[in-house]
């Protein structure tokens, strides 16, 4: 008789951690939902596709270079990155999606007993990883879909190490202006590290908008998280990378994975990064074309939505958001349900070419009418 | 012999000379862990049975007994390798064959006396590992209804869970008098096993209070299985715009981030925010007078369904077809019936009975070649002793238990419902027909 024991060797806070599975592949969803085509606005990817330089880059990947690891830290994408930034190459740390730096960087500052604060309603992997990792996570809520500066500050206790501030947050698309971030950062004191996840940064234009990779010059707590999935479309090569002060790059170093990111995915993002203004107004212009489409539309059918930053919206439906997934994904429509951020019956819809976004519209007419009878 | 906390552990043989031992164990033991004398010894006879048993027809088999505080109550698991087809006299009906055949049955009476004494038992197969426990609830003092405060809310309402004994009290008293008897668990009577369960995180409940702590409704849930969460109320204790829903907000929120897939309610009142949630399944449950009466089953997933397989008899087939389709579930149907291989014997169904005698639930435990007349002698004693309501549930993730669909429908079951991912994939609720219903 002999039954493995588990529970005598897997920490309480790992066993007591849910574990997440991710969607699975688009070609077994279409079969099981009976459909020849998908439309994917689930993930916020940008439909465009990565600008035309990381083209060159994919089509010239031989075969040759598999054999040969990639380099190890990434050297000449943070060269490029410094270069861009005006900062120094040791200030970057690139991974395997940025999933992987929040990992480094909670592992780098948290033991047992530590906390962290954020929102109850954001990017849920700052407090999957402080959970699994044995870190207790505050969940301050938000406040007009914001995040909530005085309810944070209110939360920090000598046990605090990380605040996550996502900025503009998913899914909510709010952001702290600059004024807002500064008098946070100042309250803050240094007493521990601040995170900016600057992930969809590349999408706003408003001048109001704060740069973190100007405010870490004054605040040496700061560090941003920066992705080139969002707008570099870049999201199946998986590369992130964060930024911070020399000091503080250096203890977070100590726990980071080197090679972990592949030699196609450092040269895509080299190429994505070197001359990118073209692509990214392209890319803002789709955005916006699409907000012009929807925003009209859930106005005339009185459905209350969100419309802030980001390639995103969020809408609150007259259903169950769940129920509604798998109507729309019978018309060949995937969007993202909003009860996993705990907003039940909202849905997130990514902001793509007009096309898509006018069968978007008819499939969701239609799925509406259909619950309506 | 080890100790840990609540929970204690032997290891021994099956040999009847250590009877004395875990009766010592479980009369020490159990009372320390907060089990009344007289339910003390009824789970020390039920474990001694269960030993005099296993060394009638096991003998000398390496036996774990761990007897462990529960939420509400003291258990007796007993791990061992062993042929599952000795297990059939845990049959709610074994009693009259036993009794038919006394030499034959002898072996077997110390398991009918050990399942009878128990409150409830289960039973797992893992690989040729065996665990059968037994269980005594803990016996809780019952509460009076309470008055209802006359007084409006006053200032901004919240939602918050709560584990405060006299909060989960008095909310349950409230419940009482403001609800009909199947719209709440009948632990509300003894509100000691919900605070206890609570403090287990074995359930859960949250209270939305006024700004002078004024409790104006309460919502419960529990997990019965991995992946599905049951959720009772909302209660309503003032009149209050919103109450209902920032009870379900909470609720969905507290769970949205587990791994919990369905969350559903078979016992959701007038005050169920319907927007929320989708009808599962409209049940016409029998009362003891013969009226019916339909109650509305209601879910709602807490994630994108990703799809999963299924098995099934065909005669099931255009049942799940059709509720598939109605419910927008993806599901890969594969059809499944008895192959014609070896099977065991005797087959094993483990019987809880509800309150009033208004319901029995039966589920598959143990497969074998006489389980259709075991599913109809279970009926038979059923209906004679006047259960009005007999479900039956299937897990559509284990291809024996989904063959038995044919047997089903032909001995009087009709399936109900489904309830998604209740086990690895679905589960189907049968009901049975009453032929002069």
């Known amino acids: ?66 054999p040969v690891y990639p380099n190890g830290d990434c050297f000449d994408l943070r060269d490029l990155l410094a270069a861009k930034f005006h900062k120094t190459q040791d200030q970057f740390l690139v991974g395997n999606g940025s999933c992987e730096v929040i990992s480094s960087v909670i592992k780098a500052f948290c033991v047992k007993g530590d906390n962290i604060i954020t929102a109850d309603k954001t990017f849920a992997v700052y407090e999957w990883v402080a959970e699994f990792s044995g870190v207790e996570a505050r969940l301050i809520p938000l406040k007009d879909f914001g995040f909530d500066p005085e309810a944070m500050l209110d939360a920090v206790d000598d046990k605090t190490k990380i605040i996550f501030v996502c900025n503009p947050n998913n899914p909510t698309g709010t952001y702290w202006d600059r004024d807002t971030m500064i008098r946070f950062l100042e309250a803050v004191d240094q007493r ?53 002060s020399p000091d503080v790059v250096d203890m977070v170093r100590r726990t980071h994975i080197v090679y972990s990111v592949n030699t196609p995915a450092q040269q895509a993002a080299a190429a994505a990064i070197t001359d990118d203004r073209d692509f990214i107004l392209a890319t803002r212009k789709m955005v916006k074309e699409a907000r012009q489409l ?28 769940t129920l509604l997934y798998r109507m729309l994904m019978k018309h060949g429509v995937m969007v993202r349900t909003m009860t996993g951020f705990r907003f039940p019956n909202w849905i997130r819809i990514s902001l793509v070419q007009a096309p898509v976004m006018t069968d978007f519209i008819n499939a969701f007419r239609e799925v509406l009418s259909t619950v309506q009878k | ?24 164990v479980v009369e020490t033991g159990a009372p320390v862990m907060g089990l009344d004398p007289g339910k003390t010894l009824r789970l020390a006879l039920a474990a001694e049975e269960f030993i005099l048993h296993l060394s009638r027809t096991a003998p000398g088999t390496r036996l774990i007994l761990t007897l462990s505080r529960e939420a509400s109550s003291v258990s007796a698991l007993f791990q061992f390798e062993s042929s599952p087809e000795d297990l059939w006299a845990m049959n709610l009906t074994a009693a009259s064959e036993i009794s038919q055949d ?25 690989g040729r590992t065996l665990s059968v426990t037994l269980f005594q609830d803990i016996i809780y003092p019952e509460i009076e209804k309470a008055e209802v405060p006359s007084a409006p809310l006053r200032g901004i309402l919240s939602a918050e869970a709560c584990s405060d004994p006299a909060d989960i009290s008095h909310a349950c008293a409230l419940t009482m008098t403001l609800y009909p008897e199947p719209l709440y668990p009948k632990s509300f009577r003894t509100p000691g096993n919900i605070i206890d369960r609570i403090s287990q995180g074995r359930f859960h409940a949250a209270l939305v209070k006024d700004e002078a702590g004024t409790t104006a409704g309460m919502i419960c849930w529990q997990i019965p299985s991995r992946r599905t969460v049951e959720f009772y109320g909302p209660y309503l204790f003032s009149k209050g715009d919103g109450i209902a829903q920032l009870l379900i907000d909470h609720l969905i929120n507290q769970v949205a981030r587990t791994e919990a897939i369905t969350l559903y309610s078979r016992a959701a009142g007038p005050d169920l925010p319907l927007g929320n949630f989708e009808p599962l399944a409209a049940l016409a449950y029998r009362q003891s007078n013969g009226q019916k009466e339909t109650r509305t089953l209601w879910f709602r997933h807490l994630r994108e369904d990703m799809g999963c397989p299924v098995w099934a008899h065909p005669v099931l087939v255009p049942f799940l077809k059709e509720t598939y389709d109605r419910l927008f579930l993806i599901r890969t149907i594969r059809e499944y019936k008895d192959q014609g291989g070896s099977r065991p014997a005797r087959s094993l169904l483990g019987t809880r009975l509800g309150a009033d005698k208004q319901e029995a639930f039966i589920r598959p435990m143990l497969d074998g070649t006489d389980i259709r007349e075991n599913i109809q002698r279970h009926i038979q004693l059923l209906v004679n002793e006047k259960y009005v309501n007999l479900f039956f549930t299937m897990d559509l993730s284990i291809g024996w238990q989904a063959a ?20 690895e994939s679905d589960k189907v609720i049968f009901h049975y027909v009453h032929p002069h219903a």
Not at chain 1, 46 to 62: E, T
Not at chain 1, 222 to 232: A, E, G, H, L
């Open chain 2, 102 to 126: 006394l030499d034959q049955g002898m072996a077997h009476m110390g398991l009918l006396l050990a399942s009878r004494v128990a409150d409830r038992f289960s039973i797992a197969l893992n």
């Open chain 1, 192 to 244: 521990c590290i601040v995170v900016i996840d600057e992930a969809y940064c590349e999408y706003v234009d408003n001048p109001d908008y704060p740069d973190a990779m100007l405010l870490m010059e004054t605040f040496p707590n700061v560090i941003t998280f920066r992705t080139f999935s969002k707008m570099y479309a870049l999201a199946a090569l998986r590369i992130g990378y964060l930024c911070s």
């Open chain 2, 1 to 24: 012999m080890t100790e840990t906390g609540s929970r204690l552990s032997l290891d021994l043989k099956a040999d009847i000379c250590w009877i004395p031992l875990v009766q010592g």
């Open chain 1, 294 to 321: 929807l925003c009209p539309f859930f106005d005339g059918l009185g459905i209350p939505y969100l419309s802030n930053q980001g390639n995103y919206m969020m809408v609150h439906v007259p259903l169950s958001d």
């Open chain 2, 404 to 423: 038995l669909g044919k047997d089903l429908t032909e001995t009087g079951f009709e399936p109900a419902y489904v309830l998604p991912y209740a086990g």
């Open chain 1, 1 to 66: 008789m002999s039954t493995l024991m588990l529970d005598r060797i897997v920490p309480r806070h790992i066993r007591n951690f849910e574990p997440y599975y991710p969607s699975k592949p688009d070609s077994v969803l279409m079969s099981l939902f009976g459909v020849e085509r998908l439309h994917r606005l689930n993930n916020n990817e940008n439909a465009l596709g990565p600008p035309p330089a990381v083209h060159r880059v994919i089509d010239g990947f031989s075969a040759e270079m598999v």
